[in-house]
């Protein structure tokens, strides 16, 4: 009997459901991090240091993942995840001393970075070839829209219960990503992930890894860090150039919605047409939009004109749900998947935190504006370099 036709629709809730309810956890409690570093006694700049910690987590966490992943397999490394998470979640929950807090932070780091390369890895196995930007930029939107509900279910509970209550939806997220994780099919083990006809290979190791895939980190692995810094610096230029036009706290906000909600609506749209057209229609459009949307935005002067560069950038950050990981496991081998996926996230990671960085410094040196238009002209050059170095065919090398 003829197999079944693949569909994204049956693997759905126990692919995608940890993914929206880890997103409901982080989103939960990451409004709340700075506000209780600050009830704990860390002064401003400590307490954006403290909540800087989790960005930190996951960036130094990402090689240690692959290792996790590689040993226990994807389903186990996001099971794992998640039991550490909930764990951090809670030590920031009930301890009362700074260090603990930054501590349990730090945790909830280090566990986002295990639970998005396990995850990653284990549907670009699980999922064909056609399928994967689909499922990938469906991924990345779940998560999207997980981070969108968790601070509204969070204020409902604080509402009722106070500051902790953030910590303890993020607890209960967790642990119920964690029981529909732990119902994933196995994947069979990466060692024996060998094709039809192919010799087993000599298992990889990290600079086996580094020294054979060299040329793809290199060239389209900089592109991804234009990406990445891109979409982290895009978060705050809202709100910035909000406050340069003194507009008002709910114009503000419902500017943000409007981005974020845009940003939220078009992952799946997008991942088809990565998969029936090629990854360079929708990676470059992507990053050509949200680069003329920063560019113009120095220019908008009104809430109207603020609201339509917005509009554009959430938009184009939205058609490009998923991007990085479908990249990411168009090159990534069979056998040393964990270890690629690991430095393609570092790399990731990387980038995310030059992006605000650099539009800090540029915002410094010479003016909101210039670092604003800055980061519009690295989108152009990520556009560039993904361009030239995007396969033109939909298949991975």
């Known amino acids: 009997m003829a197999d079944a036709p693949f569909s994204l629709r049956r693997i759905a809730v126990s692919a995608f459901g940890p993914s929206l309810l880890f997103g409901i956890g982080e989103g939960a409690i990451l409004p709340v991090v700075p506000i209780t570093a600050r009830e704990l006694g860390a ?10 910690l989790i960005g930190l987590g996951a960036l130094v966490s990402n090689i240690p993942a692959s290792l996790v992943t590689l040993r226990w397999g994807e389903r186990w490394a996001i099971v794992v995840a998640g039991v550490w998470c909930a764990l951090g979640m809670a030590l920031c929950a009930l301890t009362s001393d700074l260090a603990l807090f930054a501590v349990g932070c730090f945790m909830v780091g280090m566990s986002q970075a295990t639970f998005n390369l396990a995850r990653q890895s284990y549907l ?16 990345g939107g779940v998560m999207r829209i997980g981070m969108f509900i968790g601070p509204f279910a969070a204020a409902a509970a604080m509402h009722r219960f106070g500051l902790p209550a953030a910590y303890a939806v993020g ?16 994947l069979v083990p990466e060692s024996q992930r060998v094709a039809p006809g192919e010799a087993a290979a000599p298992r990889p190791t990290l600079r086996s890894t580094l020294r054979d895939h060299r040329r793809v980190f290199l060239t389209l692995g900089l592109g991804v860090m234009f990406i990445s810094a891109v979409r982290a610096a895009r978060q705050v230029v809202v709100p910035l150039w909000a406050d340069q036009l003194a507009l008002a706290p709910s114009v503000v906000s419902l500017i943000y919605g409007v981005s974020a909600g845009l940003d939220m609506l078009v992952f799946y749209p997008a991942g088809k047409v990565m998969d ?33 560069v917005a509009a554009a950038i959430g938009f184009g950050n939205g058609i490009g749900s998923g991007v990085i990981m479908t990249l990411g496991a168009d090159h990534s081998p069979r056998q040393g998947r964990a270890h690629f996926l690991g430095v393609w996230r570092l790399m990731s990671d990387i980038g995310s935190s030059c992006g605000p960085a650099l539009l800090s410094f540029l915002t410094a040196a010479l003016s909101l504006g210039a670092g604003i238009a800055a980061t519009g002209l690295l989108a152009l050059a990520a556009a560039a370099q993904l361009g030239y170095w995007i396969p033109r065919s939909r298949r991975r090398p």
Do not use: C, N, Q, Y
């Open 276 to 308: 029936r057209r090629g990854r360079l229609w929708v990676v470059v459009p992507s990053m050509l939009i949200m680069g003329g949307g920063l560019l113009l935005m120095p220019l908008a002067h009104s809430a109207a004109g603020l609201l339509l």
């Open 171 to 186: 607890v209960v997220a967790l642990l119920a990503a964690t029981a529909v994780a732990a119902r994933l099919p196995d």
């Open 43 to 52: 002064s401003v700049p400590v307490a954006a240091l403290v909540a800087m």
């Open 124 to 139: 670009t196995e699980a999922v064909p070839i056609g399928f994967r930007a689909r499922a990938l930029s469906t991924l």
